[in-house]
C-alpha cells in the first residue's frame, strides 16, 4: 500500500498561516487521511492554506477533489489554499485537468504568504 505523509506546521513568515507538507502518494487510499487533517484545521477556524507538493510522487482524482471540495468552504470563511513545491510531473496533471485556472500556485512559501497579505 502507498502511503502518504502530511505535516502540518504554522508558516515560519506568518503565524496565521497553516503549511501542509505532502510526501508520497494521495490518492483514494491516503485522500481520508488529509480529509482529517483539514479537517482539524476548519475546526481551529484556520482558513488560510499552502499545500507543498514538491515531496508528492503520486496524485490521483480523488486527492484532487479533496482541493476542490475544501476550497469553497475556505472561501466562505475568508481564507484560501495556495499550492507550492509543484514538481513537473504533478504541475502537468494541474494543467491538464483545468487546476491551474482554480487554484493559485507559487514558486516558493515566501510568494504565497505574501499574496496572503495582499488578498
Known sequence: MDLLNIEV???AQNAEIVVFRLKG?????????????????LQAARVR??????????ISSAGLGSFIGVLAELQAKG???FFIGMTPKIEK?????GFMR??????????????????
Open 9 to 11: 506546521v504554522d508558516s
Open 79 to 81: 481564507g484560501n489554499i
Open 25 to 41: 502518494h494521495l490518492d483514494a487510499q491516503t485522500v481520508r487521511e488529509l480529509e482529517g487533517s483539514f479537517t482539524l484545521q
Open 49 to 58: 492554506w499552502i499545500v507543498d507538493l514538491g515531496g508528492l510522487d503520486y
Open 93 to 97: 496533471i494541474f494543467k491538464m485537468l
Open 102 to 119: 482554480i487554484f493559485k500556485i507559487f514558486a516558493s512559501e515566501a510568494e504565497a504568504v505574501r499574496a496572503f497579505k495582499g488578498a
